[in-house]
C-alpha cells in the first residue's frame, strides 16, 4: 500500500483565495482524520470521519473550513476565503482501529500571502 | 486542543548513546501512543502502551508507563544519526478521539 497521500504537497495563494486540499486514505481504513500543525499551536485536530460519515467537527476554526468525504477512498478540506492565519502545515491521516495506530499523509504546507 | 507535557524540549546527544524523553499526562487513560516526525514529513506511529501495561519493547525502543505518576518515558538505546527527528506521545484523554498531543521533543544525534 502507498500508505496516506495527500495533495498538494506544497500550496501558495493569495488572501481571500480558495484553497483545497486533497486526501487518499489507506484502503481498508475506516477512519480519516484532518489535522493541522503550526509551531505555536501544535498539532490540532480538525474534524474526523468514521466510514465516511463526519463525527466531530468541533476542531474547525471558523466557517471558512469545511471539509467532506465522498466515498472511502477520497476527503477535501477546504478553506474559502483563505487567511494569512491559515498557514501551518495539514496532515491527513487514516487509521482501521480507531484512534490507535494512526497512518498520516505527508501534509500539506500551506502558506497564504 | 490541549497539549500533553514533554521534556525535554530538546535533546542532543552522540551517536551511539541513549536517548530518552518524557511524557506527562493530566487525567486517566487507556493507552498512551509515540510517534516520529522527520523533518518535512508525516508523523510515524512507534508504540501503544496500554494502562495495563509497564513496559514495552520495539527493536531499540522501550516505553515505559506509570500511571500512578501519569508519566511514560521512551527510550532509544544506541542511537543513530537516522534517530534525529522530532518525537511526539499521543493519549486518548480527550473524548471523541481526540488524542491529546504533546509538544514534542526534538532529538538530534550528532556522528
Known amino acids: 500500500d502507498a500508505g496516506v497521500i495527500q495533495s498538494p504537497r506544497h500550496e501558495v495563494t493569495e488572501m481571500g483565495q480558495e484553497v483545497t486540499l486533497r486526501c487518499k486514505p489507506i484502503?481498508?481504513?475506516?477512519?480519516l482524520f484532518w489535522y493541522r500543525q503550526t509551531m505555536m499551536r501544535g498539532l490540532e485536530l480538525l474534524i474526523y470521519?468514521?466510514?465516511?460519515?463526519?463525527?466531530?467537527d468541533s476542531g474547525m476554526p471558523e466557517d471558512r473550513f469545511s471539509a467532506k468525504m465522498p466515498n472511502a477512498s477520497f476527503s477535501t478540506l477546504k478553506i474559502q476565503p483563505s487567511e494569512p492565519r491559515d498557514s501551518a502545515v495539514y496532515f491527513c491521516?487514516?487509521?482501521?482501529?480507531?484512534?490507535?495506530?494512526?497512518?498520516f499523509g505527508s501534509g500539506t504546507q500551506l502558506s497564504v500571502l | 486542543s490541549q497539549q500533553g507535557e514533554e521534556d525535554p524540549q530538546a535533546l542532543s546527544i552522540q551517536e551511539g548513546e541513549n536517548a530518552t524523553m518524557n511524557c506527562s499526562y493530566k487525567?486517566?487513560?487507556?493507552?498512551l501512543q509515540w510517534y516520529r516526525q522527520n523533518s518535512g514529513r508525516g508523523l510515524v506511529h512507534l508504540i501503544l502502551?496500554?494502562?495495563n501495561e509497564r513496559e514495552k519493547h520495539s527493536g531499540r525502543l522501550r516505553v515505559t508507563l506509570d500511571t500512578s505518576k501519569k508519566s511514560s518515558s521512551l527510550l532509544i538505546t544506541a542511537s543513530r544519526a537516522a534517530d534525529t527527528a522530532s518525537y511526539f506521545c499521543?493519549?486518548?484523554?480527550?473524548?471523541?478521539?481526540?488524542?491529546?498531543w504533546g509538544a514534542g521533543t526534538k532529538l538530534i544525534i550528532k556522528p
Open positions: 470521519f468514521n466510514n465516511n460519515v463526519p463525527i466531530d
Open positions: 499521543a493519549t486518548d484523554e480527550g473524548s471523541n478521539y481526540q488524542l491529546i
Open positions: 484502503s481498508g481504513h475506516d477512519y
Open positions: 487525567t486517566s487513560i487507556n493507552n
Open positions: 502502551i496500554r494502562s
Open positions: 491521516a487514516s487509521s482501521g482501529q480507531g484512534y490507535e495506530k494512526l497512518f
